[in-house]
């Protein structure tokens, strides 16, 4: 009877471990998202490809998204607004702008329409003091705040993504720089970029819906010397995940290649285990061959990857390079949620007649004050502009583009 004993437990603890390899996700008991080999999952398990939209726009407006040509970035943006209507109405519409661009409405709709995840853009500038950079006070802690309950709320993931990185991680209007990606090369910049992540860490190491961190994005634009810059990002993404591991040992991070997230040779081996490499790409073929350098990194390291951003183009564009990523195990977050009067995303903010009149005053020379005070719209034509605008960009008065959504494989209700 011993030995049967003793067989019979031999037998099941065999058939235990079986089970466990043969179910490796499922046999943790986790609390956030996870990764494991090539895949992502869901804390109790689930394989999760991501599905997501880029809320951009929001926490780091571009010109571009206002029809602006040369005002392309937030500090030039905001100077039309304060050369059409003064710095202190300015600082009113751009405190509207932030609380009725994204509602928790938004957050609804966004999972409603079958997304799984969203990624938040941010500028480092609102998470620090105007008057004194060191001082991590601003108002992008309560924003960011508001849009993280809701999204745990309603059970939407996130993924914070540090747009404009202090200095300029990018070198041009994106990352709100002085054209050259300054962060770089100067220590007092890295450090300042190290701290915001860390407290931002600190501040939502809890989150269950919060996917991670994207460090910083798309570093190092390619008409800068590579050879000088790129041996600089990985270094300081290994800083930088020091700090964030301090503070949130369970959260993943993402780290984006060199050359606008598109050069994955800056990096070497691995060096954290809750890892996910994330690259863009826009305006290319959707054949493999363009996403194939990725994929070999991936299964080189037996790491997932990330579409972090695409977009900007035809329905049918979009509906192809989506089904490439899907195919390869990629999961994907398409650019941009919310736009002015524009089918490539969601939802389309309607353009009124004198909303043009402010274009065409951005669009203008500004170069002096004389050419300021001869462009600038009549005072009544430039209030219901920005009056108009600000309640058109709330969702229920934006237009729906189904189309889009479809391309996309999901809901267009």
């Known amino acids: 009877m011993k030995k049967k004993s003793v067989f019979f437990r031999l ?3 065999g058939f235990l471990l079986s089970f466990l390899l043969a179910f490796p996700a499922k046999a943790q008991n986790q609390k956030f998202v ?19 939209i ?29 050369q059409l209507i003064g710095e202190s109405e300015a600082r009113k519409f751009w405190n509207d702008f932030r609380r009725d661009y994204i509602t928790e409405e938004d957050i609804q709709f966004i999972k409603a329409s079958g997304f799984n995840s969203i990624r938040i853009p941010f500028s480092y500038r ?11 006070e601003g108002p992008g802690y309560a924003l960011l705040d508001s849009v993280m309950n809701w999204c745990e709320k309603h059970g939407l993931y996130t993924v914070l993504d540090m747009h404009g990185a202090p200095g300029g991680q990018t070198g041009d209007n994106i990352d709100d720089s002085y054209a050259y990606p300054f962060l770089f090369e100067s ?19 809890g989150y269950r819906h919060l996917v991670g961190y994207d460090l910083l994005n798309e570093p190092i634009a390619h008409y800068f010397s590579k050879d000088t810059l790129n041996p600089l990002l990985e270094p300081l993404y290994k800083d930088i995940t020091k700090a964030i591991r301090a503070v949130d040992k369970d959260h993943i991070i993402f780290y984006g290649g060199a050359q606008w997230n598109s ?25 493999y061959s363009n996403i194939a350098d990725y994929v070999d990194y991936a299964n080189k390291y037996n790491v997932p990857l990330w579409l972090g951003e695409s977009g900007e183009n035809s329905n049918e564009w979009i509906a192809s390079f989506r089904r490439l990523c899907e195919a390869n195990n990629i999961g994907w977050c398409f650019w941009p949620y919310k736009k002015l009067d524009a089918t490539a995303g969601v939802v389309s903010i309607p353009l009124t007649t004198e909303f043009e009149a402010i274009i065409e005053f951005a669009n203008k020379p500004r170069t002096d004050f004389a050419e300021v005070r001869a462009n600038r719209p009549p005072q009544a034509t430039i209030k219901k502009a920005l009056d108009d605008y600000r309640n058109n960009m709330k969702l229920k008065n934006c237009k729906v583009n189904t189309e889009y959504i479809k391309a996309l494989g999901l809901n267009a209700e």
């Not at 809320?55 to 039309?80: C, Q, T």
């Not at 609102?126 to 991590?136: R, Y």
């Not at 860390?198 to 939502?204: D, G, H, P, Q, T």
């Open 263 to 287: 050069n994955f040779s800056v990096f070497g081996k691995p060096f954290d285990d809750k890892a996910i490499y994330t690259f863009h790409k826009y305006w290319t073929d959707t054949t």
């Open 187 to 205: 220590k007092e910049n890295c450090d300042l970029t190290i701290r915001i992540w860390k407290l931002l860490a600190e501040r939502y190491a």
């Open 54 to 82: 880029n809320i951009g726009n929001w926490l780091l407006p571009e010109g571009y998204m206002f029809k602006f040509k040369h005002a392309s970035s937030p500090r030039l943006i905001n100077d039309v607004f304060n």
């Open 11 to 13: 037998v099941l603890t």
């Open 34 to 52: 996870f990764v494991k080999g090539k895949d992502v999952f869901t804390p109790d398990g689930q394989k999760l490809l991501l599905k997501g």
């Open 126 to 136: 609102l998470f620090v003091s105007g008057h004194d950079e060191s001082k991590l």
